[in-house]
């Protein structure tokens, strides 16, 4: 049975009103319109696309058609149903401050304290919404939220596998170093690190070794493939400090095992200006002209482009101050809080789908005191949610990664 555990409570002193609780990145991609969204997605949805050549033809006083057939090309949204369900008693509150806000009665113990009640409802939605935007993109694989069997791949690695897509990599000299070892601590030998500064977030692949990332438990995951916030510790190494898919947790990163070899790629202040340089050089020009076209960038890349901005400022005043412009050379740049490192995406919003049953159903929370109905003092908490991802015109794609 859940029950509330209290860590400290010391009852010295006088309990301030209201509750706290760590700071969340926004899960807000839906909101800012860089999905279209299709409601009422109870099963396969089909997205449709038609389109023939033109022929222009020598004159001719009998018809002559042209030859060509159109071609009709269906892409599908299947939906996948995932539900959170919490069980809640909350007669320990008797051994918390909350003890002096219970009503009179011993029964009354398992009623709980509104305040609080509302609060958790309110942190539990947050959650789960933070949890389907890391769905949408990332897929079940990088959501350690998402524990249903179903798969669920998500947009990126979708799009990442997909035939047509344009891509580029990072291996270039100014966005990519070979590491010769990586420490059972996280600390990672390479030939320079005059290029990296605290901060930066680096991408970690071509593994030679058994490094695993023990972040959230023994036996761990693989570390090829993961990026890390780090810290420069000399000329020649720096250190693995923290995941990025924890960047809502906070925890520090802890691993086991070594490597004798891997690639190191990485988007910050010293390369940035370049990398959006060559991005913005190979966009597609008819969908960059586009109002909906954006770039989708990660957080770390976004500080880095405003950094490298007042880094260049000559003689300007505020260049450390005013906040910077996110676009580049009139194409806009969205921050992406919940998204894949050293990775831009360059798309159309009306390219992207996201296919649910009703939008509002990451925002509905069921709750109900069981008592009434089955006499167990014990609160329910239930969200049901369906979603699927696709994109439609794989050739109207910019994706770069490590």
């Known amino acids: 049975m859940a029950q509330f555990t209290f860590t400290n409570n010391t009852y010295a002193g006088e309990a301030l009103a209201g509750f706290m609780a760590s700071t969340l990145l ?4 839906v909101k800012r319109g860089l999905l279209t969204v299709i409601n009422d997605v109870k099963s396969r949805k089909v997205i449709l696309d038609v389109d023939d050549d033109v022929v222009l033809q020598d004159p001719s006083g009998i018809f002559a058609d042209q030859g060509t057939t159109a071609l009709q090309n269906e892409s599908y949204l299947d939906p996948v149903v995932f539900e959170f369900m919490k069980q809640e008693q909350w007669d320990k509150l008797v051994q918390s401050w909350e003890a002096q806000s219970l009503k009179p009665g011993a029964f009354l113990d398992y009623e709980g304290v509104v305040d609080l009640s509302d609060f958790m409802v309110q942190r539990y939605l947050t959650k789960i919404q933070i949890a389907n935007e890391r769905l949408y993109w990332l897929g079940k694989s990088a959501t350690k939220e998402a524990a249903f069997t179903a798969p669920f791949t998500g947009l990126l690695p979708t799009i ?17 170093m070979s590491a010769t070892a990586i420490s059972a601590t996280g600390v990672v030998t390479v030939s320079d690190t005059s290029t990296l500064s605290d901060g930066d977030v680096v991408t970690i692949t071509a593994v030679t070794g058994s490094s695993a990332d023990t972040t959230n438990g023994a036996p761990g995951i693989a570390i090829q493939g993961q990026s890390y916030f780090i810290q420069v510790v000399n000329s020649t190494s720096f ?6 898919n924890e960047i809502n947790t906070r925890k520090a990163a802890t691993f086991t095992g070594t490597a004798t070899a891997a690639t190191v790629s990485y988007i910050n202040a010293s390369n940035v200006l370049s990398v959006l340089t060559s991005v913005y050089a190979q966009l597609d020009p008819a969908d960059r002209s586009q109002d909906d076209f954006n770039l989708q960038i990660p957080l770390h890349v976004g500080y880095a482009y405003a950094q490298a901005q007042a880094n260049k400022a000559i003689n ?9 412009k996110m676009d580049y050379l009139g194409v806009p740049l969205q921050l992406m809080n919940h998204w894949q490192a050293n990775t831009i995406l360059g798309a159309r919003s009306s390219n992207l789908f996201l296919g649910v049953d009703l939008l509002g159903d990451a925002s509905e929370l069921s709750t109900v005191y069981m008592k009434p109905y089955t006499n167990d003092n014990v609160v329910r908490m239930k969200a049901r949610m369906k979603a699927a991802v696709n994109y439609k015109f794989a050739n109207e794609i910019f994706y770069l990664s490590a």
Not at 26 to 29: H, I, L, T
Not at 162 to 173: D, I
Not at 316 to 324: C, E, G, W
């Open 160 to 176: 990442a596998a997909a035939s047509g897509v344009y891509k580029v990599g990072l291996g270039k000299p100014a966005t990519s």
């Open 26 to 29: 926004e899960a807000d991609s």
């Open 316 to 324: 300007v005043l505020n260049a450390f101050t005013d906040p910077k």
């Open 239 to 244: 250190k693995l400090v923290r995941n990025y």
